[in-house]
């Protein structure tokens, strides 16, 4: 399953490109099969846009369904691994009907460029939240001076803890 994710994160887009018929993509051996096989990435796209236009079209249609089209705003926040895919955001956009934009993690001095990514998101603004015991998860501009997070960092508080926790295991 591991090779299968990695596959799509290296190759796969929600864009046909004009070479996709003449670049190869390594495919790892499944069932029968007893050697690496290549395909071309046309194929690769061809997967990865079908799932990710069906995840939309199911978005849009449960929002529909809970009458919260009015109340969803005029834009789509795409968080998680999907997010850095190749074209996701304009196949959001035209399944949606909306504008789209991809979260990264903010209000945080000091993360890493691993955790900087869409994929912490989401985590990064709940342990914000949990530790700064406000309304909002994103409380104002990010503090791009440090302080801060130095005056955190030394007082050895659980926001703290857990970043550096983040930093050490991703």
Same mark, same amino acid.
């Given at each position: 399953m591991r090779?299968? &994710?990695?596959?799509?994160?290296?190759?796969g887009s929600c864009l046909h490109g004009a070479d996709d018929e003449f670049v190869?993509?390594?495919?790892p051996p499944i069932a029968a099969q007893?050697?690496?096989?290549?395909?071309? $990435?046309?194929?690769?796209?061809?997967?990865? $846009?079908?799932?990710? &236009?069906?995840t939309f079209e199911l978005l849009r249609d449960r929002i529909y369904k809970?009458?919260?089209?009015?109340?969803?705003?005029?834009?789509?926040v795409l968080t998680g691994g999907g997010a850095r895919l190749n074209g996701v955001r304009e196949l959001? &956009?035209?399944?949606?009907?909306?504008?789209?934009?991809?979260?990264q993690p903010h209000g945080v001095f000091g993360l890493s460029d691993v955790l900087g990514q869409p994929d912490f998101a989401v985590a990064t603004g709940l342990l914000k939240q949990a530790f700064e015991h406000t309304d909002e998860a994103i409380d104002g501009p990010p503090d791009l001076s440090g302080r801060a997070?130095?005056?955190?960092?030394?007082?050895?508080?659980?926001?703290?803890?857990?970043?550096?926790?983040? $930093?050490e295991n991703f």
């Open positions: 090779r299968l &994710e990695r596959i799509k994160t290296i190759y190869s993509v390594p495919c007893d050697e690496l096989h290549h395909e071309p $990435r046309s194929v690769v796209t061809k997967i990865v $846009r079908s799932r990710m &236009e069906e809970a009458g919260l089209e009015n109340y969803s705003g005029r834009q789509i959001a &956009e035209l399944v949606l009907s909306k504008r789209v934009r991809i979260g997070y130095r005056e955190q960092r030394y007082s050895g508080n659980a926001l703290g803890r857990s970043l550096q926790w983040l $930093r």
